[in-house]
């Protein structure tokens, strides 16, 4: 009887990749189901997950996707100019959709809303704020399966599974971390909780097409897995650590960001 792993190995890439971020996305809605039992958490703990949610992006950045770009073009003439091209490319795209669609940051006053001027709420600006920060990570995942599924020693499934897990790890606290304050700010628990799930449903989705692209060829493949390491550099950078000094926990938060890039190391060496 052909065991579940098998099963899941046998999978396309992009079948992989879309189990993988249905459980990100379900670990995202199980941190922002706190509103049912908490209406608030103290800031500092709040500023802690997100500092753990940079680090593990930060670690997921090199070992799992700037490390096996850079393998992969160690033969070439120039062999830096793929993980450099993508990886700045990753960041230039996330730039791009930050400068078109309207957000606003947690913790930020909507005169502060980034994106082009618009008059929608505040909570759907501060989702949106999210779900820009969650397309890397979809991504992420997705470029990891398609590249495992070109069976080279430079990608396996396995780190693409610890890749996935470490994602899933930090959209545990993420989730909460997007729901409390939404609920601090008035909105019932159901839409709270939904507006924080919510911010995890665009993963698969990314998922998909990272799948599908890291897939298509070997000389693609650096590119892309480059691409997705710059997009979520640029989301910690430009997002994540900036939101969680705004309460001026930087010890608290520094620390938290550590043993982040230590869980994930810890999850891609085990099981990469």
């Known amino acids: 009887m052909e065991s579940l792993w098998d099963t899941f190995l046998a999978w396309p890439a992009w079948v992989?990749?879309?189990a993988a971020t249905i459980f990100t996305w379900l670990m995202t809605a199980f941190g922002a189901s706190a509103v049912f039992w908490r209406r608030s958490f103290p800031q500092k703990f709040l500023d802690a997950m997100l500092g753990f949610a940079g680090g593990v992006m930060i670690a997921a950045s090199y070992w799992s996707l700037l490390e096996p770009a850079l393998k992969l073009s160690e033969k070439a003439a120039l062999p830096w100019i793929p993980a450099a091209v993508g990886f700045l490319a990753g960041g230039l795209f996330l730039r791009a959709i930050d400068a078109v669609l309207p957000h606003v940051h947690l913790g930020?006053?909507?005169t502060e809303a980034e994106g082009l001027p618009t008059r929608w709420r505040r909570s759907l600006l501060l989702v949106l704020a999210?779900?820009?920060?969650?397309?890397p990570e979809?991504?992420?995942v997705g470029v990891a399966f398609g590249a495992a599924s070109t069976h080279i020693p430079e990608a396996a499934v396995s780190s693409a599974?610890?890749?996935?897990l470490g994602i899933g790890l930090q959209n545990l606290p993420e989730g909460t971390a997007v729901a409390i304050p939404l609920r601090r700010e008035g909105l019932g628990p159901w839409k709270s909780f939904w507006y924080g799930q919510l911010s995890g449903a665009v993963e698969p989705?990314?998922?998909v097409i990272g799948a599908a692209t890291a897939a298509t060829s070997l000389t693609v493949l650096p590119y892309a897995l480059s691409f997705a390491a710059g997009a979520m550099i640029y989301v910690v950078v430009e997002e994540v650590i900036p939101e969680a000094q705004r309460g001026g926990h930087t010890d608290v938060v520094t620390m938290a960001c550590l043993v982040g890039f230590v869980a994930m190391m810890i999850l891609?060496?085990?099981l990469g």
């Open 16 to 18: 992989q990749a879309l």
């Open 130 to 135: 999210i779900t820009i920060h969650n397309i």
């Open 205 to 207: 989705a990314a998922a």
């Open 108 to 110: 930020f006053p909507r």
């Open 161 to 164: 599974i610890a890749l996935a």
């Open 268 to 270: 891609d060496v085990a």
């Open 138 to 140: 979809g991504l992420a």
